[in-house]
């Protein structure tokens, strides 16, 4: 029964904290997005806390979406080269791992950031399903606060967050020249 009232009290604590924020997604380009957040408080911050992956499936589906961005090149690339006919029903399909952050960093109050990583590859249709690796791809999230423009360096109330897409790297599985 503790541990459900200080679960619950956790829950709530937590939830008044972000509970005067807004948060604003526009996309800037086929491989990037930016997040406007506003919040109540505007007397200090820390960026680092901004830097939650909330938007990080919003902006893998946003690549994947856009015909220009690398990622939708390559899913494209990898669906063609294992299913020469789709319409024959026995193709496998495209999968990608989920995200996990792979490096964290902050500057002080007013910036951090992280880059999360995943893996695509092709999972075969039929019996045994096996998933084939091919890529790794790195996605960055950063966080400025901004600050007012009287040059005193004070919170403004409002946390920049940029996304983009950082890499996409072929993975060899086998060293070809020690086969």
């Known amino acids: 029964m503790k541990g459900l009232i200080l679960g619950l009290l956790a829950l709530t604590l937590s939830v008044n904290v972000f509970a005067g924020e807004t948060r604003v997604y526009k996309k800037t380009g086929a491989t990037t997005a930016t997040v406007t957040i506003k919040t109540e408080e505007t007397d200090s911050t820390q960026a680092a806390v901004y830097v939650d992956a909330q938007e990080n499936k919003r902006f893998i589906q946003q690549i994947l979406k856009d015909p220009k961005s690398p990622l939708a090149i390559l899913v494209k690339k990898i669906e063609t080269e294992n299913c020469e006919d789709p319409t024959e029903g026995y193709c496998g399909s495209?999968?990608?791992?989920?995200?996990?952050?792979?490096?964290?960093?902050?500057?002080?109050?007013?910036?951090?950031?992280?880059?999360?990583?995943?893996?695509?590859?092709?999972?075969?249709?039929?019996?045994?399903?096996?998933?084939?690796?091919?890529?790794?791809?790195?996605?960055?999230?950063?966080?400025?606060?901004?600050?007012?423009?009287?040059?005193?360096?004070?919170?403004?109330?409002?946390?920049?967050?940029?996304?983009?897409?950082?890499?996409?790297?072929?993975?060899?599985?086998?060293?070809?020249?020690?086969?």
Do not use: C, P
């Open 94 to 179: 495209i999968t990608m791992t989920d995200a996990v952050g792979t490096s964290f960093g902050r500057g002080g109050w007013m910036s951090a950031g992280a880059t999360y990583s995943f893996f695509v590859g092709y999972t075969e249709a039929g019996t045994g399903h096996f998933f084939a690796v091919s890529h790794i791809v790195t996605i960055s999230e950063s966080a400025e606060a901004q600050t007012k423009t009287d040059g005193d360096m004070e919170y403004s109330g409002v946390v920049l967050k940029t996304l983009s897409l950082d890499s996409i790297k072929e993975v060899k599985l086998f060293d070809e020249e020690n086969k």
